[in-house]
């Protein structure tokens, strides 16, 4: 097995999902995934992909981003709303509440550890 993994979703098929009916705020956001590392220690990264929408998240992972495309809004309770667009990066850690925000579809690569 090769010690290494180019970001390649050309061929692969994603996961396809939406924010729980109890997290949506506004919208109809649709999600698209593509988990390409599994690793163990529950260790993650992949493509991940939004539609325009609003809707709560909780975090019990951390999570590490680099915005690829799009314009996101991420605001955490009793915080300031952060614009997200490509070339913008965050480190969401555990405990971590508040809103997800896609203005434009948004497209990000991601590593997270459980």
Same mark, same amino acid.
């Given at each position: 097995m090769a010690k290494q993994l180019k970001l390649d979703i050309a061929g692969v098929e994603p996961e396809v999902g939406a924010p729980a009916e109890d997290r949506l705020i506004a919208g109809d956001p649709q999600f698209r995934t593509w988990n390409l590392e599994e690793a163990d220690g529950g260790l993650y +990264? /992949?493509?991940w992909? +939004?539609?325009p929408g609003k809707w709560r998240i909780v975090y019990d992972e951390w999570e590490y981003f680099n915005v690829l495309s799009g314009h996101s809004v991420v605001t955490e %309770? %009793? /915080?300031?709303?952060?614009?997200?667009r490509a070339g913008d990066r965050m480190i969401l850690r555990p405990g971590f509440k508040g809103t997800w925000e896609v203005i434009e579809t948004t497209r990000k690569d991601y590593v997270i550890r459980l």
């Open positions: +990264a /992949g493509i992909e +939004a539609t %309770d %009793d /915080g300031e709303p952060v614009h997200l």
